[in-house]
Each structure stands twice: as structure tokens, then as C-alpha cells.
């Protein structure tokens, strides 16, 4: 399975991702090993999704890259 993922940055900022082993990634999150994350002291997954394939998640993972900040808090809510 792969996971599509939203993490929330120090209380402010989302970061959109994908990995087939979240638990790992998030550790590699919080262990200041992914470029972008490593500047931040707190993060939490607020939001996720399963695919089958990582085709699918990529697919997925840019289409929400593209998204404002308000439609992914949106989508976190459930309003989408």
C-alpha cells in the first residue's frame, strides 16, 4: 500500500507527500532527514490516504500540491 499524507508543521504549514511506509517517513520527518521538514520542531500526519500502487499516490500527491492552502484544510475538514 502506499499513503498519501499531510503533515502540519508547527501549527502553520502543510506539507503533501507519499510513502509506502508512513511510520518510517514520519520518522524521517522528525529525525530532520527530508529537506523541507527539517526546519521545523513539530510535526503531525493530520491527514492521509491508502492507493495500491504508487502511481496513483504520485498522481494524487500533485494534484494536492497544486491545491491553495485553504482548499487542503478543506479537504482535512472534510468538506471536500
Do not use: P
Amino acid at each position: 500500500m502506499w499513503y498519501l499524507y499531510i503533515l502540519l508543521c508547527d501549527k502553520k504549514t502543510f506539507y503533501v507527500g507519499i510513502s509506502n511506509d508512513l511510520e518510517n517517513r514520519l520518522k524521517q520527518h522528525r529525525d530532520k532527514q527530508s529537506f523541507f521538514t527539517k526546519k521545523f520542531s513539530e510535526l503531525e500526519i493530520i491527514y492521509q490516504e491508502k492507493y495500491e500502487n504508487k502511481t496513483e499516490a504520485v498522481k494524487r500527491e500533485k494534484q494536492l500540491k497544486g491545491w491553495s492552502r485553504v482548499k487542503k484544510q478543506r479537504l482535512i475538514d472534510g468538506l471536500l
